[in-house]
């Protein structure tokens, strides 16, 4: 296999992101690390399981027209998977670099990608602004399927918009109308989607009760 790894690009808890070229395409390399704490044998198998989901998943949204990098293939004797390079910025890096109505154009696209995947049973499990790369022009491009799962739970659904607006809260003082412009788009691309988003208040309340209840002992 003629594959180069060029540099490392981040190396967090389950896996390792390194940018690489396959002949001379640029591509993305995310290998899976073991577990020291787990026995071989099932850490093996966690792993396995864990690429061949995120592999399918991937494909699944690519297939139903969401705007994800293509999965161009899978070795599992080194549990990695060879991602399309994306070309563009994290949506995080450009927050504060683009005008608010630029912003919301971008946010209500990024809402209408998930409502098509959630339309699909697909959740996320990690969606942020750091989860989403903006290809040119102000195309949202969604990453990162590790903790991504097939679903028709509201609730799981629920924690995908309760996470993407918990992290918007605290990163932009204009959360509010951003996440107003992503709800927008989201609506637009799931029919369904308001019954998620009423679900998403209803965990708000619930976690806002606990640390009432909390402060009062």
Known sequence: ???????????????????????????????????????????????????????????????????????????????????ESIQGELLFVVLNDKP????????????????VLHSNDIIHGDLTVFNVILKEPKIPCIIDF????ISADIEAKADDLLTFYSTLKAIHLEFQNLFNSFLQGY????SEGKKTYQQMKKIQSRARYIARDERLV
């Open 1 to 83: 296999m003629n594959l180069t790894i060029s540099e490392e690009l981040t190396k967090g808890a389950e896996a390792i992101i390194s940018r690489g070229a396959f002949v001379d395409l640029l591509i993305i390399i995310k290998h899976r690390v073991p577990k020291l704490y787990r026995h071989p044998n099932i850490d093996s198998m966690i792993r396995l399981h864990r690429i061949r989901a995120e592999a399918k998943i991937m494909t699944y949204a690519w297939k139903i027209g969401v705007n994800v990098p293509s999965l161009l293939g899978i070795d599992i004797q080194n549990y990695s998977l060879f991602i």
């Open 146 to 149: 590790g903790l991504s799962k």
């Open 100 to 115: 608010m109505n630029e912003l919301s154009q971008i946010f209500s696209k990024l809402g209408d990608q998930i409502g």
């Open 187 to 190: 609506l637009n691309g799931y």
